[in-house]
T-cell receptor, first 114, second 114 residues
Framework: AQTVTQSQPEMSVQEAETVTLSCTYDTSENNYYLFWYKQPPSRQMILVIRQEAYKQQNATENRFSVNFQKAAKSFSLKISDSQLGDTAMYFCAFMKTNDYKLSFGAGTTVTVRA | DAGVIQSPRHEVTEMGQEVTLRCKLISGHNSLFWYRQTMMRGLELLIYFNNNVPIDDSGMPEDRFSAKMPNASFSTLKIQPSEPRDSAVYFC????????????FGSGTRLTVV
């Protein structure tokens, strides 16, 4: 089984500032996918960003970007220009290629302060 | 597209009763995943189907849990008899395996067994 570790249970950030969430994972696989999901108080799970392990270029989606360090098995999420609507729990997730099952970390609660 | 639709949104039942959770996939998706979310255990995969066939049910906690996919667009998760420790949020998610490695989640069913 793959292990995904999010070491920060909670983080707080001032509106318009930047926050970085950490995620590490343990795998012996070479091909896999990594994801960040957002779960706001409405509890809907929303895909934020996805990274294919074979791609060296870090994925970016508007204000969200990742720092993917394959050798270190690290996959951090940076939220730039934080907005109040970014307040949510954020989950890092791992999927082996051709396995299709997502393994989730424990989550990091992000609170954006006005 | 209406997305993945789960019903009911909330369910409160007495211990020992049968509970059925429902999920309608996104049209054209070929895979369906049931997850359970609790404070203690986070997000756990219970079972997943590909083309209506159960592929991996190793996460189903015990025989009280059963899942079916009677057609390509609909699935049920049944708990009989229910117990207080089954209280959780149950999510289903669908995906088009082979084309896209992302899931689309439903909004979840919050189950409370008293």
């Amino acid at each position: 089984a793959q292990t995904v570790t999010q070491s920060q249970p909670e983080m707080s950030v001032q509106e318009a500032e930047t926050v970085t969430l950490s995620c590490t994972y343990d795998t012996s696989e070479n091909n896999y996918y990594l994801f960040w999901y957002k779960q706001p108080p409405s509890r809907q799970m929303i895909l934020v960003i996805r990274q294919e392990a074979y791609k060296q270029q870090n994925a970016t989606e508007n204000r969200f970007s990742v720092n993917f360090q394959k050798a270190a098995k690290s996959f951090s999420l940076k939220i730039s220009d934080s907005q109040l609507g970014d307040t949510a729990m954020y989950f890092c997730a791992f999927m082996k290629t051709n396995d299709y099952k997502l393994s989730f970390g424990a989550g990091t609660t992000v609170t954006v302060r006005a | 597209d209406a997305g993945v639709i789960q019903s009911p949104r909330h369910e409160v039942t007495e211990m020992g009763q049968e509970v059925t959770l429902r999920c309608k996939l996104i049209s054209g998706h070929n895979s369906l995943f049931w997850y359970r979310q609790t404070m203690m255990r986070g997000l756990e995969l219970l079972i997943y189907f590909n083309n209506n066939v159960p592929i991996d049910d190793s996460g189903m906690p015990e025989d009280r849990f059963s899942a079916k996919m009677p057609n390509a667009s609909f699935s049920t998760l049944k708990i009989q008899p229910s117990e207080p420790r089954d209280s959780a949020v149950y999510f289903c998610a669908s995906s088009l395996i082979g084309t896209d490695y992302g899931y689309t989640f439903g909004s979840g069913t919050r189950l409370t067994v008293v």
